[in-house]
Every structure is written in C-alpha cells, then in structure tokens.
C-alpha cells in the first residue's frame, strides 16, 4: 500500500504525483481515534488537576473580573484563519471523497486569504505581541514531567499554573506552523499551475516534474495532517473543562476564577501598567 | 509513451442481454467495469493497454437498447442504436434532420455502422497527450501537457478549461441539445432523465470524466422531444480533413422562424470547451429578431465573449464567430472574416 501515487512522465521517469488518497480516511480515523481514546482518560483515568498557588493578596487584588486574553484584531485573525482553514480542507477533499464541484478557484482564494492572515499574525505576533509567549519554555518542560510523573502516581511536585498558554496549546501552535506553513509555500507555488485571474502568471516549466511531484505531495501530507489537527483542535475547543478559553477567542476575556485556577500571574501579567518580561506574556489585549 | 500492441490486457467479457442486467453488472463490479457499446473508444485504450479493466461490460447483445421509437411526442433513440441507423432513418431525417446531419459527419461510414449514439456522447477525450498515457490532470496527475507553452493545442479549448483543456469530442453533442433532448440514465437507484446539456461534465467539476455517468450508471435512451419537430436546423463541421476526422469546431442549431424572425432558436457549439457548450446568451440575444446576416454578425461576436485562446489555437476564435453566423443567417448570407 503506497502513500505515494506515481505516474510514469513523457520522459519515463517514475514520479510522485500527490499523495494517496486513502490518506484523507487515515487522518480522519487518526483524529477520531485521538478523541475517543483522550475522551476515555480524561473521564476515567486523569487525576483532578493541582497546581502550586502562592499568589500574593496583592496580585489577587490586582486581578480584574474579566481578564483580557486576546484583543479584537487577534480575534478577528483567528476566525479568518479557521475560515479560510475550513474553506481549504472542504474545497481540497470533499471532491476526493466524492462530492463534486467547482473547488480549485475557491481553493486558492481560500489559500490566498490564509496566506494573507498568517503573514499578518507573523507580523502582528513579532512586533506587537510576545512572540516567545507561544513557544515552550524551561517551566513548561519541567511542568511537563512533573504532571507526567503525578499522572503515572509518581512523587512529583505540583507543577506551576500556565503561562498565558498551556503547554498544549504551544505544541499545537508548532505542529499547526509547520504544517500550515508547508501547504502555504507548496500552494503558492501550485498556483503557478492554475489560471489564477492574472494574479499568477502561470509557468508549469518552474519545476521540473520530480520536483513539482514532490511539491504535491507534500501539500497532499500536509494537508491530511491538517485533518486531523482541526478535528482535534475543534474537539478542544468544545470540551468543557476548556471552554472558558474558547470563549475568551470570542469574547476576548476569561474570568477571574478561572485565570487564577489555570494560569498564573506571575508568568502571564494582566497588569496594563507593567510591562512583561521576556517570555512572560501579557495579555495580548495590551 | 503509449504503444499499439494490439494485445488487449486480460478482462472479464461480460455480456448481458438485458439492459437491467447489464446495470446490475456495471453495479456490481463498480469502477473495476468498463462500459463497451460499439468499441470505437474502448479498443483504443485496451489495445493502447492505457486503461486495464478487470471486467469489460459488452452492451451489443442488448436489443432494447437498439431502435429508435416514434410517439406522439418526439422520438427515442436507443443508446446502443447505429449512427447509420439514426442517419438514414426516416423520421429523423424529415422531423429531426439536424441529428442526421450531425451523425452522417462522424468519422467514415464503417465507423458509424458500428458506432453508436450513447458510445458517441459518453466517448472520451481526444487529447493526444491523455490518450497516450501521460499523466495529465485528467489522468489523474497534476499538469496539462496541453496548456503549456510549447504544448500541442491547436484541437483544445478556447472556453471552460480549468486546469484541462481538452474539449469533447462528439459531433452528436451539440444537436441533441439543439433539439432539447433528454438522456435516460439507468442508475442503482432507479430510472434518471436529465437535460442533454445536463449530462455532460466539465473540468471544474471533475476533471476524470466528461459525463455524469458513475459506476453503475447506464445510458439506455436518448429522447428528442417534438419542440423543435421540423424546425429550420443548421449543422456544419470543421475539421482537418472531410472524413474520417474529429471537429476542430461544429455547430447546431435549431430555430423556428416566423415572419422572417426567430421565435424560438436552441444552438450549441462542440470542440471549443470541455464539454458542448449551449450559447444561451446568444438565443437570448437574437429571439425575435430577423434570421439574418446582421443578427447572425451579433450572434457569432456574443458567441465569442470570453474566449481565452491557448498558443496555437486562437482561430477558433474567428471560426465560432463565423459558424454561429452561418448557424443564424444562413451560408449564402455569411461572409467570412478573420
């Protein structure tokens, strides 16, 4: 069984065309696969969660009701994107599975306004935001085996309450870079293979074919990747234990409660007047 | 590069008698089935050893899809019926005489004795570089060997390529639109009839096909209502050479005129778009006004609107204008410009 689909070109080299298509189902049973199984452990296995507080009457008293997390242009960056995502992944493989309709324009408009989202969170997360606040850092790693440890019932101490974001939610930052980032390079290049309205002069001659196979397929593994990372993404997104932070990507706050349970302020300041250390995020509402 | 061997790949011939068996045969075995009605389309491939089914699905032995039926409103034409038949049928000739024109131009007089009219509107594309194998979008590849910049395209498409821009090939298409004809599909899920501008696909929609068919589809009869019953038809073919040729371009259309003007027209053009395009547009453009040279002038410069030409093929753009000028205002009145 290949990944590969190959294609004999007119010079009679055995090249890559894209990928398998069986891949599409693969990806869907992977990220079924992953909910039900973390669904399963989280209900019957996974100890409540503890962390270390020690915060100081001080902090406490500084902390508002409604904590700002996201502001309204990262918002409105976050939805354009999960637009654009959703548009990409229906266009690219509802007519794989069998549901016909016109999908290559919309697929590169779609492309096209990701490609324009992502460049300005770049952007926007480098210049404006924290940018290290995304990333893991040395707490994350050793909070990371310390909730290891204490879920296996090992002696461990309580890991630290999260920076602005959980150390899942980095992991899934990088994972969904890299893969958003080979389907953009990838797919700005397809689109020199397609009538694009002018804004691409097309060149089927930029490449040759091993190179173009390759490009295709990687686009193809990506995007099957990406299946998988929205269902899970989406799944988060609805589980109740993390809904007051899917609401604070609509609403652009969480409450207080739950930003002293999860979060801790000394690793992301809700102060307007303080201005973060490096790594330590403030809210992006700043 | 494809290679004549004249050695078929190794199939399952299957050959029902009955049109039900037949769809319960295509049904069962899916896409592992090829559909054959006269063969003229299918040994190119086998022999070409291109496409390799597992099981060959043989339509000659089914004599209700033979025939063509007269009634009270129109005729059916059974898919498996010989373009010859169709040609020198009687009816068809007085009442639908576009069709008959259409089908005497096919290819030679030996091919269309073993052609048939389902075979003619569901055959595949003639794009050279498809049917020598290499792997091109409708191949199921990434590129069109065509529109590239050197690519061979002087036969492709000047309207609807979207990444593949061959263009269908059949002479038939375009008059049973004219006539408003309907196709009688035969799927799993029962008896369809669809438009016969319905039944054909273009690229955009899926790039492997130039019909609707899907495995366990059948074509089983084309109907030509009576609307256009001995109305004022035009067909002309173009072609490299007069026989034994595909169109570079053709035209139908049929026309009900009275008091000099165009009361109810249908035209359609074939081999300038992946699939026989309906100029709506233009019957929309010259109802109610005269058949004549200067409606026919609008008519064939409308026709035209859009027209994205490919390196080697841009006369296509003059030859549509002046066919569908010839098609509204007659030949004697046409003249032709570049």
């Known amino acids: ?286 | 590069m494809a290679v004549i061997r004249d050695v078929m790949p190794a199939f399952d011939l299957l050959q029902p008698s009955s049109a039900a068996d037949a769809q319960k045969l295509l049904q069962q075995h899916g896409e592992e089935a090829w559909v054959m009605a006269g063969g003229l389309d299918s040994f190119d491939w086998l022999k070409d050893r291109i496409k390799k089914p597992k099981v060959l699905v043989d339509l000659s032995g089914i004599d209700e899809l033979k025939g063509i039926r007269t009634n009270g409103d129109g005729v059916e034409i059974g898919a498996m019926t010989t373009l010859t038949e169709i040609a020198n049928h009687p009816v068809i000739k007085s009442q639908y005489g576009l069709l008959s024109q259409a089908v005497e131009l096919v290819a030679s007089p030996q091919i269309r004795n073993q052609g048939t009219l389902g075979g003619n509107v569901s055959q595949d594309a003639r794009c050279w570089y498809y049917r020598d194998g290499w792997p091109c979008y409708r191949a199921g590849g990434n590129i069109c060997y065509a529109d590239t910049p050197v690519g061979r395209n002087r036969e492709h498409a000047i309207f609807g390529a979207n990444r593949c821009v061959a263009v269908h090939p059949s002479d038939a298409a375009p008059a049973l639109i004219a006539l408003d004809a309907k196709f009688v599909i035969q799927t799993p899920k029962g008896e369809r009839t669809v438009d016969a501008e319905d039944y054909f696909l273009g690229p955009e929609i899926d790039i492997t096909r130039l019909n609707i068919l899907q495995s366990g589809d059948l074509l089983t009869a084309i109907r030509i209502p009576s609307t256009f019953s001995g109305a004022k038809f035009y067909f002309e073919k173009v072609r490299d050479r007069n026989v034994w040729d595909f169109a570079l371009m053709n035209v139908a259309s049929a026309m009900v005129v009275s008091g000099g003007n165009i009361d109810r027209i249908r035209i359609a053009v074939s081999a300038v778009a992946p699939k026989p395009m309906r100029l709506r547009a233009v019957e929309d453009a010259v109802r109610g006004k005269p058949a004549d040279a200067t409606t026919g002038t609008m008519a064939g410069n409308l026709a035209v609107q859009g027209a994205v030409p490919l390196q080697f093929n841009a006369y296509k753009i003059p030859l549509m204008r002046n066919l569908v000028k010839r098609a509204i205002g007659g030949v004697q009145e046409a003249t032709w410009t570049s």
């Open chain 1, 1 to 286: 069984m290949d990944f590969i689909t190959w294609a004999i070109s007119p010079w009679g080299r055995s090249v890559p065309i894209h990928i398998a298509w069986y891949l599409i189902w693969v990806a869907v049973i992977a990220g079924l696969l992953f909910m039900i199984v973390h669904a399963l452990y989280v209900a019957i296995f996974a100890a409540p969660k503890k962390f270390t507080k020690n915060d100081s009457p001080a902090v406490l008293a500084a902390v508002p009701e409604r904590v700002p997390r996201h502001s309204l242009v990262a918002r409105a960056f976050h939805w354009l994107m999960a637009i654009s995502m959703f548009a990409l992944l229906i266009t690219a493989f509802l007519p794989k599975v069998g549901v016909k309709f016109d999908w290559v324009t919309y697929h590169w408009i779609a492309g096209l306004v990701l490609t324009a989202s992502i460049i300005f969170h770049i952007i926007h997360a480098s210049f404006f935001l924290d940018f290290w606040s995304i990333w893991p850092d040395k707490i994350d790693l050793r909070d990371a085996k310390r909730r290891l440890l204490r879920s296996i019932g090992k002696e461990a101490p309580p890991p630290d309450r999260f920076a602005k974001y959980p150390l899942e939610n980095k992991l899934y930052h990088a994972v969904i870079l890299l893969s958003g980032l080979a389907v953009i390079v990838t797919g700005v290049f397809m689109m020199k293979r397609v009538n694009t309205a002018g804004i691409f002069t097309r060149n089927p001659y930029l490449f040759g074919d091993m190179t173009w196979g390759m490009m295709y397929v990687l686009h193809g593994l990506a995007g099957v990747g990406l299946i998988a990372l929205i269902m899970v993404h989406v799944y988060f997104g609805i589980r109740p234990e993390k809904l007051p932070i899917t609401k604070s990507m609509i609403f652009g706050y969480m409450s207080r409660d739950f930003y002293l349970e999860e979060h801790d302020p000394k690793r992301w300041a809700v102060e307007e007047s303080s201005p973060p250390q490096k790594g330590y995020a403030p809210s992006d509402a700043d």
